[in-house]
C-alpha cells in the first residue's frame, strides 16, 4: 500500500464548478502536508500547506483530519489555468523528505 | 532571485553508459534534495543533503547511483551504468530550514533521463 494515496482521477470539470481532491495518508508519524501543483512537464510547486485548523487561499480551501489521516482540497469557481495535476504530500516527524501521491489530474474545459 | 537550476533538461544515453546529472539550489540554501518521478509512479525521494553531508540516503536506488555535494554548494547525481528502468524525471529541490521549523521545499525543472 502506498504512503499517501489521492483519487486516481483524471478529474474533467467545466469552467466555474467546485472540485474536491481527496487524499490519505498511512504513517501516523506525518508531521506537515501540502498541496503541491504541478503543470505538465514542469516542476512542482508548493500550492499551500495544510493545517488541522483547515486553511483557505482565495478559491482553494485545504483540510486535515489528523485523526483520520485524510487530507481534502476544494476549488471553488474552478478557471481554465487551474488544468494541472494536484499532489498530495506529507512529511514525517523526522527529516525533511517529502513523500507524494500519485497525482490527481484536473482539466478544465471552457 | 534564480530558483533552482539543473542541467541537462534533457539527456538521452545508452543501458551501460554513465550520466552525471547537476543542480544547483538556491543560494544560501543549505539543504538539498533529490527526487526521481518514473513513468506512470509517484514522485519519489532520493536523497537528502544538509550542507556537503548526506542526512539521508535511504532512498537511493542502489550502488550504481552516486550523489555528492562538494563545498555545500551544487550537487551531482552519477548514474553508472545506467539501465533501462533508470529512465525519468529526476528533480531537485532545495529549501532552507526558518526557525519556526517549517519550510518550503522549491523544486528545479527536473532533468528528463531516457536510457534505451
Redesign the interface.
Known amino acids: 500500500r ?1 504512503e ?1 494515496e489521492q483519487d486516481p482521477g483524471p478529474f474533467n470539470v467545466p469552467e466555474g464548478a467546485t472540485v474536491a481532491f481527496n487524499c490519505t495518508y498511512s504513517n501516523s508519524a506525518s508531521q ?1 502536508f501540502f498541496w503541491y501543483r504541478q503543470d505538465c512537464r ?5 500550492l499551500m ?1 495544510v493545517y488541522s485548523s483547515g486553511n483557505e487561499d482565495g478559491r482553494f480551501t485545504a483540510q486535515l483530519n489528523r485523526a483520520s489521516q485524510y487530507i481534502s482540497l476544494l476549488i471553488r469557481d474552478s478557471k481554465l489555468s487551474d488544468s494541472a495535476t494536484y ?1 498530495c504530500v506529507v512529511k514525517r516527524r523526522e ?9 490527481t489530474e484536473l482539466s478544465v474545459k471552457p | 532571485e534564480a530558483g533552482v537550476t539543473q542541467f541537462p533538461s534533457h539527456s538521452v544515453i545508452e543501458k551501460g553508459q554513465t550520466v552525471t546529472l547537476r543542480c544547483d539550489p538556491i543560494s544560501g540554501h543549505d539543504n538539498l534534495y533529490w527526487y526521481r518521478r518514473v513513468m506512470g509512479k509517484e514522485i519519489k525521494f532520493l536523497l537528502h543533503f544538509v550542507k556537503e553531508s548526506k542526512q539521508d540516503e535511504s532512498g537511493m536506488p542502489n550502488n550504481r547511483f552516486l550523489a555528492e555535494r562538494t563545498g555545500g554548494t551544487y550537487s551531482t547525481l552519477k548514474v553508472q551504468p545506467a539501465e533501462l528502468e533508470d529512465s525519468g524525471v529526476y528533480f531537485c529541490a532545495s529549501s532552507q530550514e526558518k526557525g519556526t521549523g517549517t519550510y518550503e521545499q522549491y523544486f528545479g525543472p527536473g532533468t528528463r533521463l531516457t536510457v534505451t
Not at chain 1, 514542469?42 to 508548493?46: A, D, I, R, T
Not at chain 1, 527529516?95 to 497525482?103: A, E, N, P, R, V
Open positions: 502506498k499517501v506537515s514542469k516542476e512542482p510547486k508548493l500547506s499532489l527529516g525533511g523528505k517529502l513523500i507524494f501521491g500519485q497525482g
